[in-house]
């Protein structure tokens, strides 16, 4: 009968009804997920921390991080041990830095195959000081466009600490060439380093609202802070350690 017909039809028809609004609220919950996330892992990385608390800093870097240009007594005069001691006996600072390191995965001396990052994240450290790239600029290693999704890739690792931390990029420093060959140390291309990676490093900052550091800016009218033209040297390392801390200072308000 035409009765029964039409409560069928209206049946199914709120049955649809109901199967597309439960599926709008499905896709909303994931997308209201999804933005939750990304805004804690934001949230997390970009909080400002205090001088106050007890500071745990992790330097992720290649040689001019670990000391190479003060070898001998870089447990004391490498930049991330002149750090320590400005932030004060609150803090603790950890010194990852790998000689001849690439930030690439495709480079001749790739981080991740000397530092587990895992590792470094289980430490929980408050700050995160990225600096890598100066290896990258040889023409054996450099990738623009690997180089920029790979900076990313690490910040996205960084970021997946579910506590409170700050990641900052440090650009890398000014490579001078040596005055009797005019030419820089291992092939390190510092064309490379002021007119790609920089504005890499610093674009990638914004996109992820980090703070980036520009220590070509610290170090571009002064080759008398290197051994080598690449690596710092006590004098060097105290006007790099001077000048991070100084613009950490300033963005956290201390």
């Known amino acids: 009968p035409w009765y ?16 597309t609004t439960f599926g709008f ?13 990304c805004l804690l892992c934001f949230h997390l990385s970009s909080s400002k921390i205090s001088d106050s608390e007890n ?9 001019i991080t670990f000391g190479s240009g003060v070898f001998k007594t870089r447990q004391k005069d490498a930049w991330p041990s002149l750090l320590e001691h400005r932030f004060g006996k609150n803090a603790t600072v950890l010194n990852y830095g790998i000689r001849g390191a690439t930030l690439q995965k495709e480079g001749n001396r790739p981080y991740k195959d000397y530092v587990d990052l895992d590792s470094v994240m ?10 890598l790239g100066t ?11 690997r180089y920029a999704r790979q900076l990313e890739e690490l910040i996205e690792k ?17 490579a001078f060439p040596n005055p009797k060959t005019g030419a820089i140390l291992a092939s390190i291309d510092n064309t490379v380093i002021k007119n790609e990676i920089h504005p890499i490093v610093k674009s990638t900052a914004k996109k992820y609202h980090l703070l980036c550091i ?4 610290a170090t571009k009218t002064h080759p008398e802070y290197y ?28």
């Open 158 to 174: 960084l970021n997946r600490g579910d506590w409170k931390h700050q990641i900052v990029l440090l650009a890398p420093p000014k």
């Open 135 to 145: 290896n990258d600029s040889k023409p054996i290693n450099w990738n623009k466009d």
């Open 55 to 63: 500071i745990t800093v992790a330097c992720i870097g290649d040689s």
């Open 214 to 217: 520009d220590l070509y800016e």
């Open 122 to 131: 289980n430490e929980k450290p408050d700050l995160f000081l990225v600096m």
């Open 227 to 254: 051994t080598d033209g690449v690596h710092p040297n006590k004098k060097g390392n105290r006007a790099i350690a001077r000048f991070i801390y100084a613009k950490i200072s300033e963005y956290n308000g201390w």
């Open 25 to 37: 609220i499905y896709i909303f919950m994931i997308i209201a997920i999804f933005l939750s996330g």
């Open 4 to 19: 029964h017909n039409n409560c069928i039809q209206r049946l199914k028809g709120e049955s649809h009804m109901k199967h």
